[in-house]
T-cell receptor
Framework: NAGVTQTPKFQVLKTGQSMTLQCAQDMNHEYMSWYRQDPGMGLRLIHY???????DQGEVPNGYNVSRSTTEDFPLRLLSAAPSQTSVYFC????????????FGSGTRLTVV | KNQVEQSPQSLIILEGKNCTLQCNYTVSPFSNLRWYKQDTGRGPVSLTIMTFSENTKSNGRYTATLDADTKQSSLHITASQLSDSASYICVVSPYSGGGADGLTFGKGTHLIIQP
């Protein structure tokens, strides 16, 4: 099925561990983004990309890295996990400027202990 | 600072009743406003998207209104169903030519439909 696929769905990490959250879309969207969602807060932008090889920081980029080597994939790397990074992470993609056709993945629930 | 405020924070109504959710924003310049539905444990799904020139847009039992002068939007749900239980998120975009940067998300209204 066409859409945005995120893996894993759930993950528990120990403080200091690193990991990569995977995001893939098969809609040939140029724009892709990573958000985190915390209780009582709106979705906050971590990093985004406007095309392969182009990424930029969002509102809360510290502790996360991204790269975009292909149009389809946009992985998010946690360098050294901290309890403050416990959250639900969403990847999203869009085919047009302004976010028309914006599609979200189903999320990754990350717990850092 | 761009902000999107939603009210109420949570709402409980009986199945079959109507309800209206509110969204006030202070985003400038303004390009478009979207309403998303987010079921528990799932990603947000788009319901409607409106530009500044659109006053009303419907999607089945969901009707969104926009007053760009007062910077207010509402989402009206008619004849609610149990499947409408979800969080509803208002999102405002300041750009017509940008990517994902600049989107401002509200915190959402948590709606519970009781049988």
């Amino acid at each position: 099925n066409a859409g945005v696929t995120q893996t894993p769905k759930f993950q528990v990490l120990k403080t200091g561990q690193s990991m990569t959250l995977q995001c893939a879309q098969d809609m040939n969207h140029e724009y892709m983004s990573w958000y985190r969602q915390d209780p009582g807060m709106g979705l906050r932008l971590i990093h985004y990309s406007v095309g392969a090889g182009i990424t930029d920081q969002g509102e809360v980029p510290n502790g996360y890295n991204v790269s975009r080597s292909t149009t389809e994939d946009f992985p998010l790397r946690l360098l050294s996990a901290a309890p403050s990074q416990t959250s639900v992470y969403f990847c999203a993609s869009s085919y047009s400027p302004g976010g028309y056709g914006y599609t979200f993945g189903s999320g990754t629930r990350l717990t850092v202990v | 600072k761009n902000q999107v405020e939603q009210s109420p924070q949570s709402l409980i109504i009986l199945e079959g009743k109507n309800c209206t959710l509110q969204c006030n924003y202070t985003v400038s310049p303004f390009s478009n406003l979207r309403w998303y539905k987010q079921d528990t444990g799932r990603g947000p799904v788009s319901l409607t998207i409106m530009t500044f020139s659109e006053n009303t847009k419907s999607n089945g039992r969901y009707t969104a209104t926009l007053d760009a002068d007062t910077k207010q939007s509402s989402l009206h749900i008619t004849a609610s169903q149990l499947s409408d239980s979800a969080s509803y998120i208002c999102v405002v975009s300041p750009y017509s030519g940008g990517g994902a940067d600049g989107l401002t998300f509200g915190k959402g209204t948590h709606l519970i439909i009781q049988p």
